[in-house]
């Protein structure tokens, strides 16, 4: 069995109920980190829309949080994630934001600085995650 998530009439993804569940599962988690609505509807019938305008503003927002990480654990935890994600505003022909985040201006606490590879050039940060974007992508049934 498998489900599917749409945007209008294209299928983004047709992962397997196993996989499907764990996303939607982490879903949840990144939308209360966030304190945002991801637009990923729910699954009715093995099927779930999502709304473009609504995702969009969940992509950005994910990957500037993501891109002001500073704990190791963090950036590895939710590297698979955002990798996730992004591959759906790709299919969605959604163009995301990956200009750099002001880290002082952010405002928010902070985790306990522990180094990640995140700490490289913005420029490295950024294709480093578009290639595990593109890598995951490949694996992904659409």
Not at 25 to 30: D, H, N
Not at 43 to 68: G, K, N, Y
């Amino acid at each position: 069995m498998s489900q599917y998530y749409g945007m209008g009439d294209q299928t983004l993804w047709n992962p397997s109920n196993g996989a499907s569940r764990l996303f939607m599962s982490q879903v949840s988690v990144y939308q209360a980190e966030l304190g945002l609505p991801s637009g990923i509807g729910p699954m009715q019938a093995d099927e779930c829309q999502i709304d473009p305008s609504v995702f969009t503003a969940f992509v950005d927002a994910l990957l500037a949080w993501h891109r002001r990480v500073s704990h190791a654990v963090m950036a590895a935890l939710s590297e698979g994630f955002v990798a996730t994600v992004l591959v759906l505003a790709e299919r969605a022909g959604i163009e995301v934001n990956w200009h750099p985040v002001d880290l002082a201006e952010s405002g928010e606490p902070k985790d306990v600085h522990v180094p990640t590879a995140l700490d490289s050039p913005e420029g490295a940060w950024a294709a480093a995650l578009r290639q595990r974007s593109r890598e995951l992508g490949r694996f992904m049934a659409s």
